[in-house]
């Protein structure tokens, strides 16, 4: 069993930049990879980064690449989405979520097992 509290988020402004934590409990943290989604007010929720467990190899969705970096830190069983220029339409809530198996479907929300509330980034001037 695993827990995941994120935090980070918050009112910014575009083109400012933002870094969420994703903090998890449990045992065995290390082999899980994590991911990132978002969902905005009355959108589905989306893929946006991931990072593997084995080899820290990260994927990113194509509207995020550039400006969007997954990192983690086993020691701390935390990992990390740095943020850069933000826009007014990455305004969602953004959550992490931990998959036990490294699925390849690292873009697919059933893959992942484990779920955190959730943080809240709104971008606007």
């Known amino acids: 069993q695993v827990q995941l509290v994120e935090s980070g988020g918050g009112l910014v402004q575009p083109g400012d930049s933002l870094r969420l934590s994703c903090a998890a409990s449990?045992?065995?943290?290390?082999?899980?990879?994590v991911g990132w989604f978002r969902q905005a007010p009355g959108k589905e929720r989306e893929f946006v980064a991931t990072i593997f467990s084995s080899d820290g190899i990260t994927y990113y969705a194509d509207s995020v690449k550039g400006r969007f970096t997954i990192s983690r830190d086993n020691a701390k069983s935390t990992v990390y989405l740095q943020i850069d220029r933000l826009k007014p339409e990455d305004t969602a809530v953004y959550y992490c979520?931990?998959?036990?198996?490294?699925?390849?479907?690292?873009?697919?929300?059933?893959?992942?097992?484990?779920w955190g509330q959730g943080t809240q980034v709104t971008v606007s001037s």
């Open positions: 979520a931990a998959d036990r198996h490294s699925s390849y479907a690292y873009s697919t929300s059933t893959s992942y097992d484990y």
């Open positions: 449990g045992r065995s943290f290390r082999s899980y990879t």
